[in-house]
Each structure stands twice: as structure tokens, then as C-alpha cells.
Nanobody
Framework: QVQLVESGGGDVQPGGSLRLSCVASGYIFSNYPMGWYRQAPGKQREFVATISSGGNTNYGDSVKGRFTISRDNAKNTVLLQMNSLKPEDTAVYYC?????????WGKGTLVTVSS
């Protein structure tokens, strides 16, 4: 079955960087777009970035110019490089794949940006 496992979260100071990873299994990874989303405490889940099977990317307005999504099809992995982090980036970050009209989510990784 489809499985997504995120890692790389942690505590970081404002202005710092983190790189998140999501390893996928249970389907042909290279065939599908992948997405990153986040959910801050008390808020709805928010779109962060997507990458198509061909490598085209799209970003939410709040992260444009600071975050970069990429994929390594040989490793079934999607990455999110996060730079210039702000306290408002604090959230649980999830990766997602939509396959056969169903959304599959990982369990998330927590990013806390605080001084």
C-alpha cells in the first residue's frame, strides 16, 4: 500500500534552514506529482509546494523565494529545502500524493521556528 514517511523536522532559530524529506513506497513514485502541506496549531492545513512528475514546481505565496521543492526519483524521495525560516513557518509538515482519486498523507514532521 501507499506509504509516505517524512523526516527532517526540528527546532531552528529564525533565519535558519532545514531540509525535509519524504520517502514514498507502494506505488510508482516517478509517475505522480508530490506535494508538501503544513498545519500550524489551531489552523487549517495549508498548501506549501508541489512538484510534477516532470519537475515543474509551484509554491504557496507565503514560502515563495524561501522554500524549494525537489524530487529524486531514484530514491523515491521528495525534498523541501526551507531557508530564511520565520516563526510563522512553525507547523507540522506533511507530504501528499494523489493517486486513483485518493489523497495519501504521511504522518508529518514538526518544524518549530523560535528564538
Amino acid at each position: 500500500q501507499v506509504q509516505l514517511v517524512e523526516s527532517g523536522g526540528g527546532d531552528v532559530q529564525p533565519g535558519g534552514s532545514l531540509r525535509l524529506s519524504c520517502v514514498a513506497s507502494g506505488y510508482i513514485f516517478s509517475n505522480y506529482p508530490m506535494g508538501w502541506y503544513r498545519q500550524a496549531p489551531g489552523k487549517q492545513r495549508e498548501f506549501v509546494a508541489t512538484i510534477s512528475s516532470g519537475g515543474n514546481t509551484n509554491y504557496g505565496d507565503s514560502v515563495k523565494g524561501r522554500f524549494t521543492i525537489s524530487r529524486d526519483n531514484a530514491k523515491n524521495t521528495v525534498l523541501l529545502q526551507m531557508n530564511s525560516l520565520k516563526p510563522e513557518d512553525t507547523a507540522v509538515y506533511y507530504c501528499k500524493v494523489r493517486r486513483w482519486s485518493m489523497n495519501y498523507w504521511g504522518k508529518g514532521t514538526l518544524v518549530t521556528v523560535s528564538s
